[in-house]
Nanobody, 122 residues
Framework: QGQLVASGGGLVQAGGSLRLSCAASGRTFSSYYMAWFRQAPGKEREFVARINWSGGSTNYAASVQGRFTISRDNAKNTVYLQMNSLKPEDTAVYYC???????????????WGQGTQVTVSS
């Protein structure tokens, strides 16, 4: 079975940057859609960004468009989320996920990482 491990979270001031990584193991995810979701305390898990198998197609939530960039390196079986111009409202646990279906719904993702905390101070 495949496994995803997210890393790179931390505490950063508003306006700062962080780069999250999601390393896959146990199987090859090169043909999967990969995505990042986030969940803030008391809120539902929400879609952040998605990338197709080749990296040629990406989609972003309106709230992060222009600030976040998703990318992937299939040779390393790793997906990244570069987060710039961070805001306090970006504070959440960030999860990477994999799916064979192009979707923004967390229910259609069968593989999940353990989550990494991102905290943005004002």
């Amino acid at each position: 079975q495949g496994q995803l491990v997210a890393s790179g979270g931390g505490l950063v001031q508003a306006g700062g940057s962080l780069r999250l990584s999601c390393a896959a193991s146990g199987r090859t995810f090169s043909s999967y859609y990969m995505a990042w979701f986030r969940q803030a305390p008391g809120k539902e898990r929400e879609f952040v960004a998605r990338i197709n198998w080749s990296g040629g197609s990406t989609n972003y939530a309106a709230s992060v468009q222009g600030r976040f960039t998703i990318s992937r390196d299939n040779a390393k079986n790793t997906v990244y989320l570069q987060m710039n111009s961070l805001k306090p409202e970006d504070t959440a646990v960030y999860y990477c996920a994999a799916s064979t279906i192009q979707s923004s719904s967390p229910g259609l993702y069968g593989y999940w990482g353990q989550g990494t905390q991102v905290t943005v101070s004002s």
